[in-house]
């Protein structure tokens, strides 16, 4: 099945990138948005956890408590192990799809355009296919691309990444021959 055009305000690096190459594409703040959300899911917690604790604060002053105050921190260690990982999944995710919409064509990509150009261009030179090889049969590989063609849109469902070298990436590989 062909890709769809669709009009982009930037030049289409590639309609269905590769998990590898789009994480290799990840600018300074794509790894800074990754990080918020990490450290994002744990404070909010602890920010929950504070409000609840200083409306029982007075009620909490016992003996026991004032000999090991850190009875309520041990509590919270696993709640904020898991929302450090939920965070930490989280973040990725907004990473990928901003990283992602930069191969659409949808946000601003000089710095990837000139990189992938220069990539595709050496990989040309050195005779390799320009998306990789694939053990996939052709019939294979437009399933694996009919299903992970604009998956980035829909992570809030389920996420799914391209993982398969395929040649269905609906740019015209004739732009990597030119010379500049």
Do not use: C
Request: net charge neutral.
């Amino acid at each position: 099945m062909p890709i769809k055009d669709v009009e982009t305000p930037y030049p289409v690096i590639d309609k269905d990138p590769h998990f590898f190459r789009v994480v290799r594409y990840f600018r300074p703040t794509d790894y800074a948005a990754w990080a918020v959300g990490t450290a994002a899911a744990p404070a909010i917690l602890l920010g929950f956890a504070w409000e609840t604790a200083s409306e029982r604060i007075p009620k909490l002053t016992t003996s026991h408590e004032k000999m090991n105050p850190s009875g309520p921190a041990k509590a919270m260690k696993g709640p904020l192990k898991i929302a450090g990982l939920i965070g930490a999944f989280g973040g990725f995710l907004y990473a990928y799809q901003k990283s992602s919409l930069r191969f659409w064509g949808w946000e601003e990509n000089v710095s990837e355009v000139e990189k992938d150009k220069a990539e595709m261009q050496q990989r040309i030179a050195d005779g390799k296919p320009l998306y990789g090889d694939s053990q996939l049969s052709p019939y294979l590989q437009s399933v694996s691309s009919a299903n992970s063609k604009n998956a980035q849109l829909k992570f809030s469902a389920i996420p799914w990444f391209n993982f398969a070298n395929h040649d269905n990436h609906g740019v015209d590989a004739s732009k990597y021959n030119e010379t500049q």
